[in-house]
């Protein structure tokens, strides 16, 4: 038995579970609907078994320094960070011919509060020849046929972004084993793979990082992936939900590394579109968005909605494809029917 299961047992109630060892579980549709994504309602995305760190024993290793403790983390000033956390994989079964990987569908993803203390005050001065940051986290075993730990890198000025933190707290509460206690790296705009969990070393490199998770997996034509794709969900009305042809708001989020300037949403399978209205959140927190539908014609009605961001980029209209899997950020698609 191993420790993964006791979490899986307090959070199956909200999770739906892909696998338990290791453990990994998406987001029910009722927490998405939320602002903030609830604590115990956030996906999971484990490649080992979820290491148990004593946080009176947790000491993080640091380029050029004594290792750093939990009340020493504690002792430098915190700040708060809303972020949307997205796999890289999240979408992954739209995708045709499937690829190889876990099958998530539109659920690997949640927008939460991160406290913690920015990288940067940590980190302090890097050697001058230093090309990129190394992040390892306490867990290691055998995936894709051979034996690995999960260490990611990050580019020097990415390590050094004031909101890329050190983060001990998820909505407010100390976070949980499963998502990385008792110190997780959080990178705001990048794909949850980048926010390295059960943190306990820092390597500044000067030749740029090899390994499984960095240049192995997680590689969309031969390139790591990095920040997210601009991307909406459709969160109400929820899937097959008979409605009576009375007004209904079509409601969701939507979310991008630059900042989210359209929704476009179509009722009737893409022929026409209407803007929706936006309200942006906090920091990088997902954009939330509303439109008024009166349905007229009875029978099924195909919902899309299609976001653009401040770069230009907007979601395709089908799926993109490529061999791991990564970064379907296709419009996003309900069906209703109306009586
Ligand atoms: N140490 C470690 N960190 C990790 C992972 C992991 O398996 N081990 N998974 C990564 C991936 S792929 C994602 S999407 C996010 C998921 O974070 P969550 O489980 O808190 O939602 O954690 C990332 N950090
Ligand atoms: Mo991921």
């Not at 894709?144 to 990611?152: C, D, P, S, V």
């Not at 407010?172 to 110190?183: D, F, I, K, R, S």
């Not at 090899?210 to 969309?220: I, K, R």
């Amino acid at each position: 038995m191993v420790a993964a299961d006791a979490d899986a047992m307090t959070t199956t109630a909200v999770l739906d579970v892909l696998t338990t060892e290791p453990y990994n579980a998406q987001a029910s549709r009722e927490a998405l609907r939320e602002d903030r994504t609830p604590a115990a309602a956030c996906f999971v995305r484990s490649h080992f078994g979820v290491p148990r760190i004593d946080t009176d024993r947790w000491c993080l290793r640091l380029p050029g320094a004594a290792g750093l403790t939990y009340p020493e983390l504690l002792a430098w000033p915190s700040t708060a960070v809303d972020v949307v956390l997205e796999c890289a994989g999240n979408g992954r079964s739209g995708m045709a011919p499937r690829p190889p990987g876990l099958a998530w569908d539109d659920r690997a993803v949640s927008c939460v509060r991160f406290h913690g203390v920015p990288l940067r005050l940590v980190l302090g001065r890097l050697p001058a020849d230093t090309c990129e940051v190394v992040f390892r986290g306490a867990d290691s075993g055998v995936a894709h046929g051979r034996r690995a730990r999960f260490e990611r890198s990050l580019p020097v000025r990415t390590a050094l972004h004031p909101d890329t933190l050190l983060a001990t707290h998820l909505n407010g509460l100390p976070l949980t084993p499963e998502h990385g206690a008792p110190v997780r790296l959080v990178v705001p705009g990048w794909y949850g793979v980048a926010s390295v969990k059960w943190l306990v070393e820092i390597r500044a490199v000067t030749e740029p990082f090899h390994g499984l998770f960095q240049t192995e997996q997680y590689v969309v034509d031969g390139r790591p992936v990095t920040t997210t794709l601009v991307k909406s969900m459709i969160t109400d009305p929820a899937p097959d939900v008979v409605l009576s042809g009375h007004p209904v708001e079509i409601h969701g989020h939507a979310w991008s590394n630059a900042r989210i300037t359209l929704v476009e949403v179509s009722t009737d399978g893409g022929r026409t579109w209407r803007a929706a209205t936006l309200r942006h959140g906090a920091g990088h927190a997902w954009t939330d968005w509303s439109i008024d539908w009166t349905p007229r014609r009875h029978g099924r009605h195909r919902l899309l909605a299609r976001a653009h961001d401040a770069t230009g980029a907007v979601q395709p209209m089908s799926a993109p494809w490529n061999s791991l899997g990564y970064g379907n950020n296709v419009v996003a698609s309900t069906e209703v029917e109306v009586r």
